[in-house]
DNA sequence: AACTGCAGCAACCGCCCAGCA
DNA sequence: CTGCTGGGCGGTTGCTGCAGT
């Protein structure tokens, strides 16, 4: 007797979300928080599977997600931690808090996996995890991941010690410190702004949609910028700002603009919140008004947001490693 | 300009595990 | 103890965009 699946196939739609879902889905978790991904599709309308949900939430739409370049300190981390670890990417993940297990194995399938395999064949060394105890006998084997292990732990501890020694009182707290000043343009959030962009517009030419202008619906776009004006709604009622400089705090953070007066009409209804929200890219310097479940939102990802909390984690969760 | 191959990444699939009745 | 269910995780697939020809 075979598992049953974990939702019915008929009805369930597959591929790419489109922004009104996810916009759908964050209103959804805004209001109830996330878990009980179950009722999730009932609840929300939603034709799609729990699991769908839970992976779209938690590997694209969750606050506090950076996304784009590694930098050169969170590719070291990868690489230490693969060795260490092996391919336990969530483990890996809970080292790097704005990065998926998704976004991790992804980077490492598509660049680091490449990178060691041609740094060995150039050192002609097969450190840092590369998979190659086929073919040795058994306690040579362990005894070579004992070797491994030491070297993996050595090259965390440098790693590590290599970001404290870098200031982490920065005036922006910025994690991109560890990037060249002159970084292009494109954020490392731009694909998130991108994705997302292009969602809406596609989103907007489908014949299914009603607005077929970016006036008309609301949605205005700039080089830089992806802003919804709202019809009714203003940031009059907001009850907290926080200022805060860095892009990937708020990156695919969809901050629904209402009139937050803390009261169900919020959330009336998903096509009511088509017209009343925002969706902004966020800006350099930006004041983002914030509602009480915003807050919350934010809570948990704020804390991403201080690269020390990082290495203060890591302290905590490598202490008896070394 | 058209075609092809490749890289990157979002999403899916299936297995595993923990919690609960 | 057993079976069921929901959620988590790792591997894989397939779509999309871009570079090269």
Redesign the pocket.
């Known amino acids: 007797?075979g598992?049953?699946?974990?939702c019915d196939k008929i009805g369930v739609?597959?591929?790419?979300?489109t922004p009104e879902e996810d916009i759908i889905l964050v209103s959804y978790i805004q209001q109830h928080g996330p878990?009980?991904?179950?009722?999730v599709p009932t609840n929300t309308g939603l034709m799609?599977?729990?699991?769908?949900c839970?992976?779209?939430w938690?590997?694209?739409l969750r606050p506090g997600i950076k996304?784009?370049n590694f930098t050169d300190h969170e590719e070291k981390m990868i690489i230490h931690l693969q060795a260490l670890l092996g391919?336990?990417?969530?483990?890996i993940?809970s080292y790097l808090p704005q990065r998926t297990?998704?976004?991790i194995?992804?980077?490492w399938?598509?660049?680091l996996k490449?990178k060691l395999k041609k740094d060995e064949s150039g050192s002609g060394s097969d450190q840092e995890g590369v998979d190659n105890k086929g073919g040795q006998p058994k306690g040579q084997w362990e005894r070579r991941l004992q070797t491994d292990i030491q070297m993996a732990k050595k090259a965390l501890s440098e790693a590590l010690s290599l970001n404290h020694a870098k200031p982490s009182s920065s005036s922006d707290h910025d994690i991109t410190t560890t990037r060249p000043n002159h970084y292009p343009s494109p954020s490392p959030y731009a694909?998130?702004y991108e994705?997302i962009s292009?969602l809406m517009e596609n989103w907007m030419k489908s014949p299914n949609s009603t607005e077929t202008t970016n006036s008309s619906s609301g949605y205005s776009f700039t080089n830089n910028n992806m802003i919804a004006t709202t019809g009714s709604s203003s940031s009059e009622g907001a009850q907290s700002t926080i200022t805060c400089t860095q892009d990937h705090a708020f990156d695919s953070l969809l901050t629904f603009n209402s009139s937050s007066k803390s009261d169900g009409s919020r959330f009336r209804s998903v096509e009511e919140n088509h017209n009343n929200l925002t969706y902004t890219k966020p800006n350099l310097e930006t004041q983002v008004p914030l509602t009480l479940l915003e807050n919350w939102l934010f809570d948990d990802g704020a804390t991403q947001c201080h690269e020390d909390l990082i290495n203060m984690s890591l302290e905590e969760s490598t202490a008896g490693l070394f």
Do not use: E, F, I, V
């Open positions: 007797m598992r049953p699946p974990c739609k597959k591929g790419p979300w878990g009980n991904w179950r009722s799609r599977c729990s699991k769908s839970r992976l779209r938690t590997n694209y996304r784009g391919n336990r990417w969530a483990a993940a297990d998704n976004d194995k992804n980077y399938n598509t660049h490449k694909s998130s994705n292009r």
